[in-house]
């Protein structure tokens, strides 16, 4: 499957095929003209493979195994020592941090949309650069001595 999709990017200039931890991901940002040719080759590259999913992103198709989801590994973070009973913060850009957002909220935690777009997240920033001026922000807030817990 990777080698498939390995032979397609490199027959255009612009894709990008990135491997990752138990998944790949096909991103077309540079050639947003090929969204329907990266689509249906990525459905046929996993068509054989019943047990890859598909998820698509922001200018990406990303390609996983099993059925995990950002929301579960949450859940899972949240069960176990030391983030037992806190409260848990998510910030994400993509529409596979979707899930995660209702989950963080239920163990009243924080989440945040970058960008525009459809959300369930509670809060919004409008982008990459706003979002780390407000943690810098935050970081020099709670590095007061008045402040700091």
Same mark, same amino acid.
């Given at each position: ?8 990017? @490199? ?7 990135? =491997?990752k ?10 050639? =947003?003209d ?5 689509? /249906?080759?990525?459905?046929? /590259?996993?068509? =054989?493979? =019943? ?18 989801? *950002?929301?579960? /590994? ?11 009973? *806190? *409260?848990?913060?998510f @910030? ?10 209702p ?17 369930? @997240? ?28």
């Amino acid at each position: 499957m990777s080698a498939r999709l390995s032979q397609f990017v @490199a027959r255009h200039p612009g894709l990008l095929l990135e =491997p990752k931890r138990g998944s790949v991901a096909l991103h077309f940002r540079q050639r =947003p003209d090929l969204a329907d040719a990266c689509a /249906a080759e990525v459905a046929e /590259a996993v068509e =054989p493979h =019943p047990q890859l999913h598909v998820l698509p992103g922001k200018m990406v198709f990303e390609i996983k195994g099993g059925t995990a989801t *950002k929301a579960d /590994a949450i859940a899972a973070f949240m069960a176990e020592e030391p983030f037992r009973g *806190k *409260k848990p913060f998510f @910030a994400g850009d993509d529409v596979t941090d979707e899930d995660a957002f209702p989950i963080v909220e239920r163990f009243n935690g924080i989440s945040v949309k970058i960008g525009a777009g459809e959300t369930s @997240a509670a809060y919004r920033c409008m982008g990459p650069a706003a979002f780390s001026q407000w943690l810098v922000q935050l970081a020099r807030y709670f590095g007061n001595s008045k402040h700091g817990t």
